[in-house]
């Protein structure tokens, strides 16, 4: 069936640090992949997205790139800011509903 | 343009009563769908619908169901609550269905059974 798979966490940082968030998926067929990030008392915003292989989703300096070959989509961003603390989550979807994963907290110092 | 409007944002309510939440989609969104997150199970696919017919369902017993209107705005209904089913429950609007689409997502119901 299909699964995502992402790092435990807390990740826990030092504002301009360089972020890395692992994610793997296990999908049948050609699935897109999301990441989501989650701030305290909200709900779910769609931070960037990919809908094929070596596809690059960006945004707000974050991106990941859609690896069929490693089933993987890892979150990056090169400095990350103390606003950047929050949950994220991977989610992949093949025709029908959002798969995620467990989410990894990521917490940002100044 | 509004985004995804979920009321009410908090309910607090007794083992045994029922509960309905209601779910305003972002305009001309077709797609509704809904899911449970709670810190033990994590997001969980609850049901998803389109032009007023249910699509797919996920695993919650039938105590779960929910509707879609004419007017994309849908609602779902839990009866005789349990304390299990305190969590936070997330509607997402989609423009169409299929792998491609982006869905999002509103701010939740924080729903506490007690």
């Known amino acids: 069936g299909n699964s995502v798979t992402q790092m435990e966490g807390p990740v826990t940082l030092s504002e301009e640090a360089f972020l890395t968030i692992n994610c793997t998926y296990t999908?049948?067929?050609?699935?897109?992949l999301f990441w989501y990030v989650q701030y305290p008392g909200e709900g779910l915003q769609l931070l960037l997205k990919a809908t094929k292989a070596d596809d690059k989703g960006s945004n707000k300096g974050f991106e990941a790139t859609y690896r069929k070959e490693t089933t993987s989509f890892h979150l990056e961003k090169g400095s990350v800011q103390v606003s950047d603390s929050a949950v994220y989550f991977c989610?992949?979807?093949?025709?029908?509903?959002?798969?995620f994963g467990t989410g990894t907290r990521l917490q940002v110092f100044p | 343009k509004a985004g995804v409007t979920q009321t009410p944002r908090y309910l607090i309510k007794t083992r045994g009563q029922q509960v309905t939440l209601s779910c305003s989609p972002i305009s001309g969104h077709r797609s509704v769908s809904w899911y449970q997150q709670t810190p033990g199970q994590g997001l969980q696919f609850l049901f998803e619908?389109?032009?007023?017919?249910?699509?797919n369902k996920g695993n919650f017993p039938g105590r779960f169901s929910g509707r879609q209107f004419s007017n994309s705005r849908s609602e779902m209904n839990v009866s005789t609550l349990e304390l299990g089913d305190s969590a936070l429950y997330l509607c997402?609007?989609?423009?169409?269905?299929?792998?491609?689409?982006?869905?999002?997502f509103g701010q939740g119901t924080r729903l506490t059974v007690v």
């Open positions: 999908a049948t067929g050609y699935p897109s």
């Open positions: 997402a609007s989609s423009l169409a269905i299929g792998a491609n689409t982006e869905a999002f």
């Open positions: 619908y389109f032009s007023e017919t249910q699509r």
């Open positions: 989610a992949l979807r093949n025709t029908d509903k959002l798969i």
